[in-house]
């Protein structure tokens, strides 16, 4: 069993930075992917970033291209995802994920672990 728990999470106001953080514990997750998804009130679950196991493949959605980074500690299970620029409607809570395999299967095929969630308010 994986544990996934996410931190940094707030209010802040438009064109602030905010860096989340995830840490997984339970096991090593050297051959996991990792990634954030959001979900704003209303509204479906979305990919917002992934990373391959090793750090070398990212993936980011088109809303947030050139404004978020997702990096990984793989001596410490931890994924990070540095938001910069950030808009009203990046308001959503954050859920970090893991899942054994590569960024398309977590994508494609479903997450294996869920954190619970942590909530990013963006105000205008």
């Known amino acids: 069993q994986v544990q996934v728990v996410e931190s940094g999470g707030g209010l802040v106001q438009a064109g602030d930075s905010l860096r989340l953080s995830c840490v997984a514990s339970?096991?090593?997750?050297?051959?996991?992917?990792m990634g954030w998804f959001r979900q704003a009130p209303g509204k479906e679950r979305e990919v917002v970033s992934a990373?391959?196991?090793?750090?070398?493949?990212?993936v980011n959605a088109d809303s947030v291209k050139g404004r978020f980074t997702i990096s990984r500690d793989i001596t410490k299970n931890t994924v990070y995802l540095q938001m910069n620029s950030l808009k009203p409607e990046d308001t959503a809570v954050y859920y970090c994920a893991t899942t054994r395999g590569t960024i398309a299967k977590m994508i494609r095929s479903g997450v294996d672990y869920w954190g619970k969630g942590t909530l990013v308010t963006v105000s205008s």
């Open positions: 339970g096991r090593s997750c050297s051959d996991y992917a």
């Open positions: 990373i391959s196991w090793g750090g070398r493949n990212t």
